[in-house]
Structures are given as structure tokens and as C-alpha cells.
């Protein structure tokens, strides 16, 4: 898929100062914030959330941006995080445009890494950078090299670096749209080099951005699938025994309802108190009929296991009903 042609393109700088406030009022709410493709994380009791744009519309598709909240009633910009213009290698496929989306971000050693796409897709292979940073918030320093460049079929988007508990293994997932071909990395320990790759089974309804995490011994591997702008996106899993397969498809967790459509690329969090939220994009009760137009809303949800460890499909919701911290 051709990306970014539904990003904002605007290059508008707004105060990257902290503590800025972005919701006006203190109330829960979903959606959150326009953005999309959210990768959430807390960072000592607050949730972070490093999305492709970024609330305003005025975040554009040559940088990144981070946003967090204590309450999930009031956000706060982290500021700029990464810039296009700070990656070196980015015109050496000889694109005459880029565009940045779909980071993820892991922390290793006192070290925080931001993994990003790289675009175009077409008619030049998508890439995958990293980036290095000694705090969340940045600035994150490129390494310097693609990690992982597209081709023959695979789009090298949508990365996502997840620590083994059980091992201390790193991994990278990758991989997404037409393709719609999932690849997984080990990564050495500096969480900038890849060891081997490791093959894996594509899971059914693959489409792309791929999440992995951990529960009570399980490895739960959970991906959107359908068309980023159409009603049938959505969100997917599996579990495995370990973080690289065999996966066991176990349905769908996040589908379209009356007023949310096409939810999907989510990740999951496990709040201080030990509730799990998961944090996506929707398009907002969006005009007319798919593709749909204008922009994808960041919304938090919670999520519950039965007792079988399996997923229970989400329940979106809207405004004071979305949950909240602590
Ligand atoms: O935001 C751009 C693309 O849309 C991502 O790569 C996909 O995961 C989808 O969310």
C-alpha cells in the first residue's frame, strides 16, 4: 500500500513545551486524540503514547511526537521526538519523498529505542529505522543504517520490539498491508543490530502492525486486519507457548460497532493497579461510505481475560465511559 496519503502533510510547528494540556477540560473521554497507529507504554505511573501524527492535526508525517497522561483525562506534548531530516540514510533509495509512521518504542539497559517505517513503499522498498535516546521524551539519534528493508513482496512497516520476560530475548515484529506477511527478528542485545531472523507461521487474518505481549505464561500475538480506511478493519490475535509461534488464532478483539469503525494497530498496557487497557485507533463515526476520509482518533479501552486466559472482544467506548488512571 501506497502510505501516508491520508497523514496531515502539514508542517506546522505547535508549543512543544511540557505540560501543555491538549483536551482543554479534565474529563475522560474517547477519543483521546487525533492520531494514529498508538503505541502506548507507562513511564513511572503515566502513559505514554507515541502515535503516527499527533493531536491538532498539526503533526505531520515528517516527525514524531510523544503525549502522556496521568489521568487519561488531560494529556500533556512530550515534544518532538525524532525529525525526518535527522536520518541520513533516508534518501538513498533515491525517493524523491518520505514520510515517518508507525513507531514503537522498547527500553533496554537505561537506553530508549524508537522503531519507525520508513516510506514510500512504492516504487522504492519501505525501511525500518531505529533510533537511540537516553529518556523517553528524546531526541532520538538514528543509528545511522536501515534495520530491516522491504522487498520482494515484504513492506518493511509497522515494527514493534518486544522483551522475552521469560528469556531476556529481544524480538522485532514487522511486516503489513498488501504483502500482509508477518517476519520476526531476534535482536542482539543492543536492540539496534538483528542476531537472525526467526521464521514464522503468518497468523490467519494477518494484515499488519503486529503486537506481541506476555500473560501467565502465554505469548499473545494480536495485529490488525482489513483496510486501514474501510469497516472491516480490525483487530485480531493468537497465542503461542512462545514469542515466536506456534500460533493458535483465537478470533477477533476490536470490530467496527454502530459509530466506531475500522479500529485497529493497538497496543496493550497493564496500568499500575494491574488493569490491561488497550489503546488503538478509530475512525470516529466517519461521513459516507469506506475508504473514509479525514483522520484517525487515538481511544483507550479495557480489556478482560476469561478465566481461560482467552480475550474477551472489547467493548469501545465513548467520552466519561472510557477508563481512567490510577
Ligand atoms: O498509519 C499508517 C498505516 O495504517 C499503518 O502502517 C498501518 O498499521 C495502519 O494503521
Known amino acids: 500500500m501506497m502510505m501516508m496519503r491520508h497523514l496531515p502533510v502539514r508542517h506546522v510547528t505547535i508549543a512543544l513545551v511540557g505540560a501543555l ?7 475522560a473521554r474517547n477519543p483521546q486524540f487525533q492520531g494514529a497507529d498508538p503505541h502506548a507504554t507507562f513511564i513511572d505511573g503515566e502513559l505514554w503514547v507515541f502515535p503516527t501524527g499527533g493531536p491538532g492535526g498539526s503533526w505531520a508525517a515528517d516527525r ?51 522503531y519507525y517505517s520508513v516510506g514510500p513503499q512504492n516504487p522504492t522498498p519501505s525501511r525500518i529505522g ?14 545511522g543504517r536501515p534495520l530491516v528493508t522491504g522487498g520482494n513482496g515484504f513492506e518493511a512497516i509497522d515494527p514493534m520490539a518486544f522483551i522475552d520476560p521469560k528469556s531476556g530475548k529481544a524480538y522485532l515484529y514487522a511486516g503489513g498491508s498488501a504483502g500482509a506477511k508477518l517476519r520476526v527478528w531476534e535482536l542482539n542485545r543492543d536492540m539496534t543490530s ?35 480506511n474501510g469497516p472491516d478493519y480490525s483487530v485480531h490475535y493468537a497465542t503461542a507457548p512462545s514469542p515466536t509461534g506456534p500460533w493458535r488464532y483465537r478470533g477477533a478483539i476490536l470490530t467496527s460497532d454502530r459509530r466506531h469503525k475500522g479500529p485497529g494497530h ?11 487497557l488497550i489503546v488503538y485507533h478509530r475512525w470516529e463515526n466517519p461521513a459516507g ?18 478465566a481461560d486466559g482467552t480475550i474477551r472482544p472489547v467493548v469501545m467506548t465513548d467520552g466519561d465511559k472510557a477508563p481512567t488512571l490510577p
Do not use: C
Open 21 to 27: 494540556a491538549l483536551g482543554g477540560a479534565a474529563v
Open 64 to 114: 514524531f511526537g510523544a503525549f502522556s497522561s496521568r489521568d487519561l483525562k488531560a494529556w500533556r506534548s512530550r515534544g518532538e521526538v525524532l525529525r525526518i531530516d535527522t536520518i541520513k540514510w533516508i534518501k538513498d533509495d533515491g525517493a524523491r519523498e518520505h514520510f515517518l509512521w508507525a513507531p514503537g518504542v522498547a527500553t533496554r539497559d537505561g537506553k530508549w529505542f524508537l
Open 130 to 143: 531505529v533510533a537511540v535516546a537516553d529518556r523517553p521524551q528524546g531526541p532520538y539519534t538514528d543509528i
Open 194 to 228: 538483528i542476531a537472525r531472523e526467526v521464521p514464522v507461521d503468518n497468523p490467519p487474518q494477518f494484515t499488519e502492525g503486529a503486537f506481541m505481549h506476555e500473560r501467565n505464561g502465554t505469548y499473545y500475538l494480536s495485529y490488525s486486519h482489513g483496510r486501514f
Open 266 to 276: 493497538h497496543s496493550f498496557v497493564v496500568t499500575p493497579k494491574g488493569e490491561t
Open 289 to 306: 461510505p469506506a475508504p473514509f476520509k479525514g483522520e484517525r482518533q487515538v481511544a483507550i479501552d479495557r480489556v478482560r481475560y476469561a
